[in-house]
C-alpha cells in the first residue's frame, strides 16, 4: 500500500497474545483505521484512533504514536476464529483512506 | 435490504464488452466509494461520492466511471473492460468522510 507498511503474515497460538505493528506516513494525517478481513469476505472495521494512546475494546486495543507515525493492533486471547487479515488504513488529509496490504494472521491449536 | 448490497456477486466477461457493477446502501449514508482489491496489494480507491450529486477520482480511476444520482446507489461502469481489471470490486459507505466505512460483499470480477 501506499505509504503504509505491515507484515505479510504473522503465526500466532491460540490463547495467546498478537501484536500486529503498522508504519505509515505522518504528513497529512487524519486518524488511522483497522479493519479485519476473513477470506473471500469484506474487511470489517475494529477501531479508529486519531489522538495518541491505546484504545480497548474487548480482546482488542489499537495504539497510536502520531509523532512516529506508528500504531499496533493487539489481540488477547486469540481464538480460531480470529484467523484472518488485518488492514492498516491511514486517513489523508483529503479524508481518504490509504490502505496497507493488510496482514495475514494465522492462529494455530 | 439490509446495509450494503453489490451485484453480481461474480461475473466473467470478454475483454471489450461494457460491465455495471451495482451498489445500494439503505443507511442514508452520505458518502460511498469504490475499491478493487488485488492480491499482494491494498485496497485501491476507484471514484468516490461525497454526497449525491457529487463524484471523485481515487487512486486509480482510468477506465472507470460513476454516477451518484440519488443518496442509495452508487454504480460502477467498466465502458470496455479489459484484462487489467481483473478484481474484487467493493462497495462501502459512510454517515460522513470522516466516519468509518461499511463495505458491501463484494464483486468477484473476471476479463478474459
Known amino acids: 500500500g501506499q505509504n503504509i507498511d505491515q507484515p505479510t503474515e504473522m503465526t500466532a497460538t491460540e490463547g495467546a497474545i498478537v501484536q500486529i505493528n503498522c508504519t505509515y506516513q505522518t504528513s497529512g494525517f487524519n486518524g488511522l483505521f483497522w479493519y479485519q478481513q476473513h477470506a473471500g469476505e469484506a474487511p470489517t472495521f475494529l477501531s479508529y484512533?486519531?489522538l495518541d494512546g491505546l484504545e480497548e475494546k474487548g480482546r482488542f486495543s489499537s495504539f497510536l504514536s502520531r509523532s512516529k507515525g506508528y500504531s499496533y493492533l493487539l489481540l488477547k486471547e486469540l481464538q480460531m476464529k480470529d484467523s484472518a487479515s488485518y488492514l492498516c488504513?491511514?486517513?489523508?488529509?483529503?479524508?481518504?483512506?490509504?490502505w496497507g496490504a493488510g496482514t495475514k494472521l494465522i492462529i494455530k491449536p | 435490504i439490509a446495509g450494503i448490497t453489490q451485484a453480481p456477486t461474480s461475473q466473467i466477461l470478454a475483454a471489450g464488452r461494457r460491465m455495471t457493477l451495482r451498489c445500494t446502501q439503505d443507511m442514508r449514508h452520505n458518502a460511498m466509494y469504490w475499491y478493487r482489491q488485488d492480491l499482494g496489494l491494498g485496497l485501491r480507491l476507484i471514484h468516490y461520492?461525497?454526497?449525491?450529486?457529487?463524484?471523485g477520482k481515487g487512486e486509480v480511476p482510468d477506465g472507470y466511471s460513476v454516477s451518484r444520482a440519488n443518496t442509495d446507489d452508487f454504480p460502477l461502469t467498466l465502458a470496455s473492460a479489459v484484462p487489467s481489471q481483473t478484481s474484487v470490486y467493493f462497495c462501502a459507505s459512510s454517515e460522513g468522510t470522516h466516519n468509518e466505512q461499511f463495505f458491501g460483499p463484494g464483486t468477484r470480477l473476471t476479463v478474459l
Open positions: 488504513a491511514r486517513m489523508d488529509s483529503n479524508y481518504q483512506l490509504i
Open positions: 461520492s461525497n454526497t449525491a450529486g457529487t463524484t
Open positions: 484512533n486519531v
